[in-house]
């Protein structure tokens, strides 16, 4: 009965859809701003350019869709600078576009997954992307957030990367073809490493190109060393969607 409820929520998920207004700000180029999209739900994001963007050149830019953690929900967007891909594209520079949601309060990402989807498809159409580059990765609840949205829409992603989070390994043959990067720390008390441990043996076992960084010594502040010191992002350009 499980299967079968699970079967029926994904058909759900993959052929709803929701009328839409977005309320876009092209970012400059190299900075990031505040954007938001409505429909049957309102969700604040933060959208980043590279400093090269330019709509003129003939690829489009890879993009990267970060789910930040549990602790950065609510209404105040700057939050989701808190961590990962939308902090380090400010200090640093990226060649990604970076888009980055910021979940309702009383909400989750499991529960966000539809808008997420039509967030995604406006951003498709608002920028200068490439179709075949487009990766995700989230913290925590962002990395529960990750596996779940590979499996409700993997034919969006060329590659993905959860980050101290977890999933339903009985729903890894939807994900199963993406290359996939699982990071956790040994010494998360938050969040037990059992639960990407549980993901990355259904992976292996799916025939999956998958590598599990498992930190010693490392609590839930896994995403530093991941997303700082790993090559993740250098990893991620190196996979472009198989069609």
Not at 110 to 118: A, D, E, K, V
Request: hydrophobic content about 40%.
């Amino acid at each position: 009965m499980k299967r079968i409820l699970a079967g029926c929520v994904a058909l759900f998920i993959v052929t709803t859809s929701y009328n839409v207004s977005a309320q876009s700000q092209i970012p400059q180029p190299g900075s990031q701003v505040a954007q938001k999209i409505e429909g049957n739900f309102s969700l604040n994001y933060l959208a980043y350019l590279p400093v090269d963007y330019d709509t003129n050149r003939k690829e489009g830019f890879p993009l990267i869709l970060f789910l930040h953690g549990s602790g950065e929900r609510g209404d105040s967007v700057e939050k989701v600078n808190a961590w990962g891909p939308p902090r380090i594209a400010m200090e640093k520079g990226f060649p990604f576009i970076v888009i980055s949601p910021q979940c309702p309060l009383n909400e989750s990402w499991i529960s966000m997954l539809l808008p997420l989807r039509t967030l995604l498809d406006q951003v498709i159409k608002d920028y200068h992307l490439d179709t075949n580059r487009v990766y995700l990765t989230g913290l925590s609840m962002g990395g529960f957030g990750t596996f779940a949205f590979s499996q409700a829409y993997p034919k969006y992603f060329a590659a993905i990367a959860p980050v101290c989070g977890g999933g339903t390994p009985g729903l890894i043959k939807y994900s199963k073809k993406l290359p996939t990067l699982v990071f956790h720390g040994d010494a998360d008390n938050v969040v037990s490493p059992v639960n990407s441990q549980l993901m990355v043996d259904a992976l292996k076992e799916a025939g999956a190109e998958v590598k599990f960084t498992l930190y010693p010594g490392v609590d839930h502040f896994s995403w530093i060393p991941a997303y700082n010191e790993s090559g993740l992002f250098e990893w991620f350009l190196e996979h472009k969607k198989i069609n």
